[in-house]
């Protein structure tokens, strides 16, 4: 029987957390940082987190987003994004004199050095994640002699390492903590002493962000996930959605993306976003909802966030040198 969808029925259960994660909030602020700090233009390799929202609005305060390291003049400013990049890359940019600011999350620096201890650990490295993404690229560049990329358990049977009683699997920070760990059992089949890291790779904020949308999904007809289609966790808060109970999800980078449609019947509507979001998309479509009777909002807290990280060492050097030079003008 369909939920009845009167005025009073109907309401939103609102993720928390949702939204930025400390690894984004850091590369943003070191992107407006520096163009405070050194002025316009500031060239950021690849978009600095996977968010159309956020790119366009940093590009109307002086930021050029650039492709790749050769389109940065010489002795120019270059941010590496939240995502990470291969040592080749800071190599590129040493010989073209640029001044680079690494604004890559600590979190994926974990995995990164994790590849590189493993690789002269003499270990075949088994990467989970998905091919062409920005962070895999970056991890893979580590150590590519070392590392295979395993993209779901249907790569697994085809893998051929040199030494099966050495190996060790590492992940992408942003996948789905059910489906890795399905292909991480699918490893552990195929290779007995499969070493695993230390710690999880998958980052906090996408596991928090997968619980909460689960407990929302649970009770929703309908999950509204705000978030840009090249950002990996965003994706997977939608595929997470439908597995856990939701009738229907969406992504959308914007509110004027919903549609109408999607709330015949609907009762109940989930809403969370991915960790690149800025929450003023949110509240737009909390506002698009209310206007469609779903003014309702029920918080559904899951997780308490507080990490914070501090901004690259190469900005917070030149802000302390800046601060010393006010002090004693």
């Not at 909030?25 to 600095?48: M, N």
């Not at 051929?160 to 060790?168: F, L, M, P, Q």
């Amino acid at each position: 029987m369909d939920r009845m969808t009167t005025e009073t029925s109907r309401r939103v259960l609102l993720a928390a957390p949702r939204g930025y994660c400390a690894g984004v909030d850091r590369a943003v602020i070191t992107v407006e940082k520096a163009l405070e700090q050194y002025g316009a233009p500031v060239y950021v390799r690849k978009q600095i987190v996977h968010n159309k929202y956020v790119v366009q609005t940093l590009e109307k305060k002086g930021a050029v987003f650039v492709d790749e390291t050769a389109e940065v003049p010489e002795n120019a400013i270059v941010i590496f994004s939240a995502h990470g990049v291969a040592p080749v890359v800071h190599e590129e940019a040493g010989q073209r004199r640029l001044a680079s600011i690494d604004a890559t999350c600590p979190l994926v620096t974990k995995v990164h050095k994790e590849a590189v201890r493993y690789a002269k650990e003499d270990y075949d490295i088994l990467l989970i994640g998905h091919e062409g993404h920005e962070e895999v690229v970056g991890t893979m560049g580590e150590a590519p002699e070392r590392t295979h990329l395993v993209d779901g358990p249907k790569d697994v049977a085809d893998l051929a390492v040199r030494d099966e009683s050495k190996v060790v699997w590492l992940s992408q920070t942003t996948l789905s903590v059910d489906e890795t760990m399905e292909t991480v059992d699918a490893l552990k089949e195929r290779f007995p002493n499969l070493l695993s890291p230390p710690s999880d790779d998958i980052c906090y904020a996408t596991q928090n962000r997968q619980v909460a949308v689960k407990q929302i999904s649970a009770e929703a007809d309908l999950v509204i996930v705000v978030g840009s289609r090249n950002s990996s966790n965003a994706i997977r808060l939608v595929e997470v959605a439908l597995q856990s109970g939701a009738g229907a999800s969406y992504l959308v980078d914007f509110a004027d993306e919903c549609e109408d449609g999607w709330l015949e019947g609907v009762a109940t509507v989930g809403v969370t976003s991915g960790a690149s979001v800025p929450e003023i998309l949110v509240d737009q479509v909390l506002e698009w909802l209310a206007v469609r009777g779903f003014a309702d909002v029920q918080v559904v807290t899951s997780a308490q966030e507080s990490i914070q990280f501090s901004l690259p060492k190469e900005l917070r050097r030149d802000l302390r040198a800046e601060a010393a030079a006010g002090e004693s003008a």
